[in-house]
């Protein structure tokens, strides 16, 4: 029983312990691939109503990183003429700092008896369960979203079916620099008892 609650207690400071770590604040070395596959395994743990699998993973790493970098600046560009060019600098510099990005993706099946809101919130469960296991074993990342991500013209170059939607793109990498501590609300905000007596 002892061995069980130190368990639960390091698994919990585990998740305690995790932040979103800036994606140029990434670098090399990026988790292996035997890594990426526990994380994977984690991420599929994630509740799922019907078991149907909404969340799909796509692995850009090496050279492709490179081409991924460039589609997302043109996409801007032809989204926006105007976008400044710090604007594109970064949004091309950031999957060449980060080892790994990884492009998430759901398959939502419209009219199903489970709802399009419930495979999505399972597919964002996934990715939560993802960016544990990454954190649980020694790595940062983050998950970022904006223009690119929902850009149906970047999700079809991913190879995201028309049945599939992009939900963004998780950066990561081994943290360059002091770890920062992590940033929580204050618990007494978010959560309350309820009271049936004192709802009439």
Request: aromatic content about 4%.
């Amino acid at each position: 029983m002892k061995d069980e609650s130190q368990n639960a207690d390091a698994l919990l400071e585990v998740i305690l312990s995790r932040r979103s770590t800036p994606a140029l604040s990434l670098q090399e070395p990026g988790p292996t691939t035997a890594q990426i596959e526990r994380a994977i395994d984690a991420a599929l743990a994630a509740p799922d109503h019907g078991a149907l699998r909404p969340v799909r993973f796509v692995l850009i790493r090496g050279a492709a990183r490179a081409q991924l970098a460039q589609l997302f600046v043109n996409r801007m560009q032809l989204r926006d003429p105007a976008t400044p060019s710090a604007k594109l600098q970064k949004a091309g510099r950031q999957p060449l700092t980060a080892p790994l990005v990884i492009a998430v993706g759901a398959k939502v099946i419209e009219g199903h008896k489970v709802p399009a809101i419930e495979q999505l919130l399972s597919a964002g469960a996934s990715v939560m369960n993802l960016l544990n296991a990454l954190h649980a074993q020694g790595y940062g990342a983050i998950w970022l979203t904006g223009g690119n991500a929902y850009d149906p013209e970047i999700a079809t170059a991913l190879g995201f079916a028309d049945s599939e939607r992009c939900l963004g793109f998780i950066y990561v990498g081994t943290i360059a620099g002091p770890e920062l501590p992590p940033r929580r609300p204050e618990r007494s905000s978010q959560w309350r008892e309820w009271d049936p007596g004192a709802s009439g």
